[in-house]
C-alpha cells in the first residue's frame, strides 16, 4: 500500500524567511504533483514532476523530485503572506493492465498547513 | 471557458437518506474522480471512471455509488450505508486516452456535505 507522508504539518513562517516542505513515499514512482489549497477552496495545481531529477519553478515555490530517494521537496524562498494556504503532494505510481500501465489515480500526503507572519 | 462544476455547494442529509452531488466537466476529459476531503486531512479517493460506463472502486468506496452515462458527468452518491458523510466533496478530471499525459488532475469547487 503507498503510503505518501509530509512533514512539518504545520509551519509558521515569517515574511522574508525561507523554508521547504518534504514529501517522502513509500512505492517506486516517477509522477509527483503538488497542489494549493486556500481555506474552504479547491485545489490548485503548482507542479507536475514527472522524472528523476525534475526540478520547477514559479515565483517563490520551487518543487524537485529525487525518486531514487522517494522524496520530493517544496522550497519556499522569502516567503509572503501571499503564500499562506494549505500544500499536498500527490503521487501517482501507476496500475497496470492488460493494455499496459494507466495513470492517473492519486494518493494525497497529509498536507502543509502554511502561515505566513508579517 | 472550460471547467468543471460541483453543485450544489452545501447540502444536508436526514438521517436514512441518500443524496447525489453532481459534477459536470466541460474539458472533455476522459478520466474524472471523487475524493472526499475531512479536516485536517488530506484527500481519499472513493470512486474513479477513465471512460463512459466503466468505474473503479477508490480507496474508501463503502456507502457511495456512481455511475457513469455521459463523458461530461459523473455524479456521486452518498447512500444512508455511509455513517459518517460528513465532509468536503471534490470532483476532478483529467485526460486519459493520452496515457503519458503529464496534465495534473483538475479539480471542481467542491460540495460540503453535513448531516441533519
Known amino acids: 500500500e503507498l503510503k505518501v507522508e509530509q512533514n512539518p504539518l504545520f509551519l509558521s513562517m515569517q515574511e522574508g524567511k525561507n523554508y521547504t516542505i518534504y514529501c517522502n513515499y513509500s512505492?517506486?514512482?516517477?509522477?509527483l504533483y503538488w497542489y494549493r489549497q486556500d481555506p474552504g477552496k479547491s485545489l490548485e495545481s503548482l507542479f507536475v514532476?514527472?522524472?528523476?531529477?525534475a526540478v520547477k519553478q514559479e515565483g517563490r515555490l520551487m518543487a524537485s523530485l529525487d525518486t531514487k530517494a522517494r522524496l520530493s521537496t517544496l522550497h519556499i524562498t522569502a516567503a509572503v503572506h501571499d503564500l499562506s494556504a494549505t500544500y499536498f503532494c500527490?503521487?501517482?505510481?501507476?496500475?497496470?493492465?492488460?493494455?499496459?500501465?494507466?495513470?492517473?489515480?492519486?494518493?494525497f500526503g497529509q498536507g502543509t498547513i502554511l502561515t505566513v507572519h508579517p | 471557458d472550460g471547467g468543471i462544476t460541483q453543485s450544489p455547494k452545501y447540502l444536508f442529509r436526514k438521517e436514512g437518506q441518500n443524496v447525489t452531488l453532481s459534477c459536470e466537466q466541460n474539458?472533455?476529459?476522459?478520466?474524472m474522480y471523487w475524493y472526499r476531503q475531512d479536516p485536517g486531512q488530506g484527500l481519499r479517493l472513493i470512486y474513479y471512471?477513465?471512460?463512459?460506463?466503466?468505474?473503479q472502486k477508490g480507496d474508501i468506496a463503502e456507502g457511495y455509488s456512481v455511475s457513469r452515462e455521459k463523458k461530461e458527468s459523473f455524479p456521486l452518491t452518498v447512500t444512508s450505508a455511509q455513517k459518517n458523510p460528513t465532509a468536503f466533496y471534490l470532483c476532478?478530471?483529467?485526460?486519459?486516452?493520452?496515457?503519458?499525459?503529464?496534465?495534473?488532475?483538475?479539480f471542481g469547487d467542491g460540495t460540503r456535505l453535513s448531516i441533519l
Open positions: 476532478a478530471s483529467r485526460p486519459f486516452l493520452d496515457r503519458n499525459s503529464n496534465q495534473p488532475q483538475h
Open positions: 512505492t517506486t514512482s516517477d509522477r
Open positions: 514532476l514527472l522524472s528523476n531529477g
Open positions: 500527490a503521487v501517482d505510481i501507476g496500475s497496470v493492465f492488460a493494455g499496459g500501465t494507466s495513470y492517473g489515480k492519486l494518493t
Open positions: 474539458l472533455n476529459h476522459d478520466a
Open positions: 471512471s477513465q471512460i463512459v460506463n466503466d468505474f
